[in-house]
């Protein structure tokens, strides 16, 4: 019935004979047809609002659109839950599905100290309590740079970054100080990365140490401890 086009005359036979094939009233047939054009229009809605949304943010997941467009659905009266949500971007091929990456941005064999992760079993209560760092990579039309990140683990804002064409020591540096510059009076403050030389480096822990700010690190092998900063690493590369 979903098929049935509107023109009388291309229809191989009349509503009535359609409504008793299927054992239904007209009554019951012009409802359904009703309630199908609806349904359809309200799709075709949500897919408008949806490719307007992604143009900005071409790879966001059903979950966040479905909170993130929250307004626009509620402005165009449209009343519509994740499932549906879901249901329509599945029929259209428009779920996004996550990539894989390999590249590394971590060298942890080196000569300098590696410091003991601290916040392991510890409760982030308050902003600037610890700080999350990290580098990834950045694809670009004319190669690869490399943004290096502070984290704060409780408000999960970006409190310091860094964009340079290379995986040297200063891009974290520098990153650090635009942190450090735009909070001042820092109290208590862990700073937590993992053992990649550049935070192991003595010209980045005396920075901390200046600064009397606490030093935790990643144990081997175990990427998930700093599971924040990779999860901002992650929505920067996959969502944006």
Known sequence: METLDNNPKERPYSIATICKGYFLTRDAFYKYKKRYVKRINIENQVLEIVHKRRRTLPREGARKLMRSLKTDFKKHNIKIGRDQLLRVLRDNNLLIRRKKYSSRTTNSHHRFYK???????????????????????????????????????YSRKIVGYDLSDSLELT??????????????????????????????????????????????????????????????????????
Do not use: P
Not at 133 to 153: H, P, Q, S
């Open 115 to 153: 410091y003991d992760n601290s916040i392991k079993d510890v409760e982030i209560v308050r902003c600037n309590q610890v700080w999350a760092a990290d580098i990834t990579y950045i694809r670009t039309i004319k190669g690869f740079c490399y943004l290096a990140l502070l984290t704060d683990m």
């Open 171 to 240: 891009g974290c540096v520098r990153a650090l100080k635009k942190a450090i510059y735009h909070n001042k009076g820092l109290k208590n403050l862990t700073h937590h990365s993992d053992r990649g030389i550049q935070y192991c480096s003595n010209v980045y822990t005396n920075e901390l140490k200046r600064k009397k700010i606490a030093i935790s690190m990643t144990e081997e092998n175990h990427c998930y401890e700093n599971a924040l900063a990779e999860r901002v690493n992650g929505i920067l590369k996959d969502e944006f």
